[in-house]
C-alpha cells in the first residue's frame, strides 16, 4: 500500500496525517460495522445550532448494487476513470434550512464539510480511505435519488481499503504517488490583523 502520511510540519494527530484520498482501492469490502464506525463520526461533527444538516447517500458496491450504479453514472468521467474500484460510494447531501424554524442555513455546506472530514479522519484509523469528490453531476443524483427540494447534493465520495498505485493506469498512478503539498501556516494565518501573515511558532 502507498505511504501518504502527511509530512507534516508540526506534530498533527495521527487519523489527520494518515488520511489522504486515494483513486486506487483494494477489492475487499468496507466491514458494516466500519461503515457505521465512520459515519458515526460524522455524527459527532459539530454544526451550527447542532442543526446536523449532513445526510449521506451510502451504496456498498454488493449491498445497494443498484444505488451504487446510480452514484457511479452521476460521477464525471475522469472520476469514473478510477472510483469504480472503491467497494462503497458515497453521496453528501446538505438540508439548506434549519429544521427548528425554516429559515436559510448559511452554514449547511460548512456542516456537511466538518461531518465528511471527521468522516474521512475516522476511515484513516481503520486502515480504510475516502476520497472527496466534486466531479459529479449533481442534478443527475437529485434525478436518480429524487432528493427533495431543500436538500443540495454537494459531494461524491469514495471509501475503501486503499490499493497499489500499480493498479492504477500511468497517469493517475503518477498522481497517486506525487509529493503531497500544501501551502505553509504563515501563508493563510493572518496574526490579529488581516494580512499580517505569520506562523505563531
Ligand atoms: C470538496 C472536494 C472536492 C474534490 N473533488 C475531487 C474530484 O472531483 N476528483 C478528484 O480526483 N479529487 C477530488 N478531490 C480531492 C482533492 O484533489 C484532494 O483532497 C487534494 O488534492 C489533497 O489531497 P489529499 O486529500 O490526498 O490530502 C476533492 C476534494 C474535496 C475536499
Known sequence: MTDRTAPAAHPIAAPLAARWSPRSYEERAVPDAALAQVLEAARWAASCVNDQPWNYIVARKEKEAEGYAK???CLSANNQGWAGRA???????????????GNPNRHAAYDLGQATANLAAEAATLGLQA?????????????????????DPLVAITLGYPGPASALPEALAARETAPRARRPIAEFTHLGAWGAAGSPA
Open 87 to 101: 467497494p462503497v460510494l458515497i453521496i453528501g447531501v446538505a438540508r439548506q434550512n434549519f429544521a427548528h424554524n
Open 131 to 151: 476520497h472527496q469528490m466534486a466531479g459529479f453531476d449533481a442534478a443527475k443524483a437529485r434525478e436518480a435519488f429524487a432528493i427533495p427540494a431543500g436538500f
Open 71 to 73: 452514484i457511479f453514472s
